[in-house]
């Protein structure tokens, strides 16, 4: 499985973005797609997941601000809204196969809030 994702970049405190990641390869259910991230300092951690029958769970920090969803079988989409300047992070999208117990990772896109 690879991952393609795209979206990210600067915006202001208050501000909005929209991440999206397209899964390639063999991608069977069960799978739990997502998004994790990493601030500068910190260790990788979970924003927010959502499996194959749309079952989500979101990081305390961003629930009520960020929405994941998918728009097909291999794309998460992750809308941010009300973006603070913490927010700021490597996004990283995984694609988590529990039948193998494997995940995979994309390459990371940057996300930076500040005025």
């Known amino acids: 499985v690879q991952l393609q994702a795209s979206g990210g970049g600067l915006v202001q405190p208050g501000g909005s973005l929209r991440l999206s990641c397209v899964a390639f390869?063999?991608?069977?259910?069960?799978?739990?797609m997502g998004w994790y991230r990493q601030g500068p300092g910190k260790q990788r951690e979970l924003v927010a997941t959502i499996n194959n029958a749309n079952n989500t769970n979101d990081a305390d920090s961003v629930k009520d601000r960020f929405t994941i969803s998918r728009d097909n079988a291999n794309t998460v989409v992750l809308r941010m809204n009300s973006l603070k300047p913490e927010d700021t992070a490597v996004y990283y999208c995984?694609?988590?196969?529990?039948?193998?117990?494997?995940?995979?990772w994309g390459q990371g896109t940057l996300v930076t809030v500040s005025s």
């Open positions: 995984s694609f988590y196969d529990p039948l193998v117990a494997r995940r995979y």
């Open positions: 390869g063999s991608i069977f259910s069960p799978n739990v």
